[in-house]
């Protein structure tokens, strides 16, 4: 579980610095977009996110919102219009594409995108490594995991991070 979330959290928001991968945050070439205020995204404004995509020639209709649990709550809450009931997310959705909740994603932030266009390689296993000789006079096993990984965006126009401005 440990990897997977470390690979995941690579894959999204790693700064490429060292060994770090660069993930999708870090591409140069993403579309960006601000929204207007109050620390929530419009209809509108999900609207022009999937707009962006739409301009580079990305088929949007695939495309996933991830944004953290937080921000979540309030664009949920967020009404259409005034008068008819509807929230922006709806039943999991934002305009028909599914919103993930993860604590992985940043606050202030919601990426929108074909995350098929994220490539995620990895070489061989995951190594588990067994010390009983570091720790022998506690009476203690070491057990360490490895996996090697590397990110790599394919086409950064099919990702747009969009900034939940306050």
Sequence with gaps: RQIAK???DAALTGDGSGANPTGIASTSGI????TAGSSTMTYGEALA??????????????SVFITNPANYAVIAA???????GRFVIDNGTILGRKVIQSTL???????????RECIV???????????????????KVLITQ???CDVGVRHAQAFCEITLTA
């Design 6 to 8: 470390a690979i995941d």
């Design 31 to 34: 579309n960006t977009l601000a």
């Design 121 to 139: 390689a990895q070489f061989g296993g995951v190594d588990l490594v067994i010390d009983n000789y570091s720790e022998a006079r506690s009476a």
């Design 49 to 62: 996110a999937l707009a962006k995509l739409e301009e580079d020639n990305i088929d949007s209709s695939g």
């Design 78 to 84: 967020t009404a259409v219009d005034s008068g008819s």
């Design 105 to 115: 994603c940043p606050a202030g932030k919601v990426y929108l995108g074909k995350y």
């Design 146 to 148: 490895h996996q090697m």
